[in-house]
């Protein structure tokens, strides 16, 4: 396997609880953290929820920015121009921008701020009028999470993209688990191999959207294949919010870019027999035959 450099994606989301001002402090920190992507979210709600579900009470009333789901989402909702914004300021510190799309209307507004990678979330990636929007009237990459997926559904999606050619250039895939947080052995990092192995030659890239606690298994992740390796992304954890309790705060953040890339550096092979940095060590301590 060829180990390329990995890419980390900071998913901001949602978590900038709905001011634009903390969304700018989260791409600076990302940056700070050395991220390359730096991810959020664009949803049409009057069109991704029905009208019962845009008027009911939040789940989790406490992690509401409004009396009903509909308006909670709305709050946390940046419009075109803002997003514009975002990636304008991405684009000075040196950081790419992205975001998910929910819906076929979010998808087309972001394709006119041209990003080079949209995402595509699990819960969305059934909606094959949204990935005809994305597979036929923009030219970036697609991103597309398995979370939830049977594979059957997997299959159908990367056909879907096989159609017009597009797969092997433009289509990346994730190994993901819905859930927040997800428990270390619903994680199945092993997934990623089976993507490997039935979508390797036929996609652009493996990546992993993990939910996990920590940082421990993204190392994993990488030398499995997923070059790709997405994270949500928080200033602290304890903020209002759904998203906070399965993000990292900075401090992990800017340790899961220090260990991916020492990872990186380490996945090779000896160049010759004894190391440069071996022969003074084999010199002076290598048994010898008296």
């Known amino acids: 396997m060829n180990y390329e450099k990995p890419k980390v994606i900071a998913e901001i989301g949602c978590n900038h609880k709905g001011e634009f001002d903390i969304a700018i402090e989260l791409l600076d920190l990302a940056k700070l953290c050395g991220a ?7 949803r049409n709600n ?10 009911a009470p939040h789940p989790n009333p406490r992690n509401s920015y409004g009396d009903t789901y509909g308006a909670h989402r709305e709050y946390l ?3 075109v121009e803002q997003h514009r914004g975002l990636k304008t300021h991405c684009e000075k510190i040196g950081l790419e921008y992205s975001t998910s799309v929910w819906d076929t209307t979010s998808a087309r507004e972001m394709i006119t701020i041209d990003p080079s990678l949209l995402k595509v979330p699990s819960a969305c990636n059934n909606n094959f009028e949204m990935l005809k929007v994305l597979r036929d009237e923009y030219n970036g990459e697609v991103h597309l999470s398995f979370g939830m ?3 059957e559904e997997e299959a159908k999606v990367v056909e879907f993209f096989e159609e017009t050619d597009q797969a092997k250039d ?8 819905s859930g927040y947080p997800v428990p270390f052995e619903d994680v199945c990092l092993l997934e ?8 390797g030659d036929r996609v652009k890239m493996i990546g992993f959207s993990g939910h996990h606690l920590g940082i421990a298994i993204d190392n994993a992740a990488y030398t499995l294949g997923a070059f790709w390796v997405e994270r949500h992304f928080t200033k602290d954890r304890t903020w209002k919010g759904t998203d906070h309790a399965a993000s990292l705060e900075p401090a992990g953040l800017r340790k899961l870019c220090r260990d991916l890339n020492a990872t990186h550096k380490a996945l090779t092979y000896k160049q010759e027999d004894i ?16």
């Open 36 to 42: 390359d992507v730096a991810k959020f979210q664009k």
């Open 149 to 151: 997926t049977t594979k």
């Open 170 to 177: 433009r289509l990346v895939i994730y190994s993901c688990t």
């Open 77 to 79: 909702e940046f419009d």
């Open 46 to 55: 009057k069109e991704l929820l029905t009208e019962e579900q845009y008027n």
């Open 192 to 199: 990623i191999k089976r993507l490997h192995e039935t979508y």
């Open 275 to 290: 190391l440069g940095i071996e022969q003074v060590q084999r010199d002076k301590l290598k048994y010898k035959k008296v």
